[in-house]
């Protein structure tokens, strides 16, 4: 297993330079000038010139992702143009929001979407129909809209949950859990509809092994049969639907982190593309594509378990 690790991490090496150019390069393209937008109108052509210079904003394109490469293979990833913070620091501060997304939806998701599937595989045609219908509004509704209904249903209309901020988990606890209900079951409602009809075909197959009919006939009880042997079998669709779940909840954390004001980096690379803050930016790019990679590297890794033969290929 572990030389597929490797084999998997070596190749993801060109990913991440692809994205971080392809992330330079539309930068490029944003109108504005992130220099005059640092200085305002009122700065002398002397500050322009020079905070140009500073930024490399003067050289070519290729020369300027060179410099940032450069720098980047030494650890330093640049700093805010506004804040001066470093761009590594500011990810620390706001990672640990979006991963709460992702996880906490991927978790609902999953122990919600698995069991559907599974009972709809098992109980007749209309259980199923119904999960087709669930799947196809889940996958049609997008996010924001979903996030905009909770909030008036659930923190207007029924002021049970907090419309929108963050409340850091070492300050309260129950606040942090409470805030993150609707941004959760707003980022969820995809994934929950996509794993359920996965589940459930991959249930129905199953079902119709020989080694199923076999256990029915030793007269095993048919919880144990489907929810000890089949749902077994079924573990590697239902690991992949998991996996390109969560790693469609990382561009979706965008909008809810938006729509609820949460200081993930959803928020962060909103406001800095507004800025012209092109570190900050790149920065946000190069963490989502290593979360996409360590997403599928775990789900290889489910692979290995689920299935010994994976391991040689």
Request: aromatic letters at 8%.
């Amino acid at each position: 297993m572990f030389p597929i690790i490797l084999r998997r991490l070596a190749l993801s090496v060109p990913l991440l330079v692809v994205v971080s150019a392809i992330t330079s390069l539309l930068e490029s393209f944003v109108p504005g000038d992130p220099a005059r937008t640092v200085l305002g109108v009122n700065a002398t052509k002397e500050q322009y010139d020079a905070l140009r210079a500073a930024l490399h904003l003067d050289k070519p394109f290729a020369e300027q992702y060179w410099l940032y490469l450069r720098d980047v293979l030494h650890g330093d990833f640049g700093s805010s143009l506004f804040s001066g913070e470093s761009v590594l620091g500011t990810i620390g501060q706001r990672l640990p929001v979006t991963l709460t997304l992702v996880i906490g939806a991927t978790v609902l998701s999953t122990l919600v979407g698995v069991p559907l599937g599974v009972y709809s595989a098992t109980r007749g045609r209309f259980s199923r129909r119904l999960i087709d219908v669930v799947s196809l509004l889940g996958s049609a509704l997008p996010n924001f809209w979903l996030a905009l209904m909770l909030v008036s249903l659930f923190a207007v209309k029924f002021p049970i949950f907090p419309a929108t901020g963050y409340t850091p988990f070492a300050q309260s606890p129950g606040q942090w859990a409470t805030g993150l209900v609707l941004p959760v079951v707003a980022l969820s409602i995809g994934g929950v509809a996509l794993i359920s009809k996965i589940a459930r075909d991959a249930m129905l197959s199953t079902l119709g092994r020989d080694y199923i009919r076999t256990l029915r006939a030793s007269g095993l009880r048919p919880v144990s049969i489907v929810w000890k042997h089949a749902l077994r079998s079924c573990g590697m669709p239902v690991a992949t639907a998991i996996g390109l779940t969560m790693i469609a909840y990382i561009p979706g954390t965008i909008l809810v982190e938006n729509i609820f004001t949460l200081p993930g980096l959803g928020t962060t690379v909103v406001d800095a593309t507004n800025q012209h803050d092109l570190p900050v930016v790149q920065g946000v790019a190069i963490t989502f594509t290593v979360l996409v990679i360590l997403i599928n590297l775990l789900v290889d890794v489910l692979y290995s378990l689920l299935n010994p033969k994976v391991r040689v290929a």
